[in-house]
């Protein structure tokens, strides 16, 4: 299993509960700073963190994303 951290801008309030939604994400909440929100992913492969991202980038609200990939 590969996991990732993508952080989410988003002016939408309820950002973090809409990426819950999202299959694959198996946490969300949302945060302070640049950012508005963290989505916690888990896929069985590399090449599916570019569809879940996709997936996250095509919520209404989400201006931008910067995905960081777990290294073991």
């Known amino acids: 299993m590969v ?3 993508v952080l989410v801008k988003s002016p939408k309030k309820l950002i973090a509960a809409r990426l819950r939604k999202v299959k694959s ?3 969300s909440f949302p945060v302070s ?3 508005d929100a ?3 992913i888990e896929v069985k492969s590399l090449a599916q963190i570019k569809d879940v991202t996709t997936e996250i ?3 209404t ?3 931008r994303t910067e ?3 777990q290294v073991v």
Do not use: P
Request: aromatic letters at 10%.
């Open 3 to 5: 996991k990732a951290v």
């Open 25 to 27: 994400v198996y946490d």
């Open 33 to 35: 700073g640049q950012f």
């Open 38 to 40: 963290v989505a916690l």
């Open 57 to 59: 980038q095509n919520i």
């Open 61 to 63: 609200g989400v201006e």
């Open 67 to 69: 995905t960081m990939v």
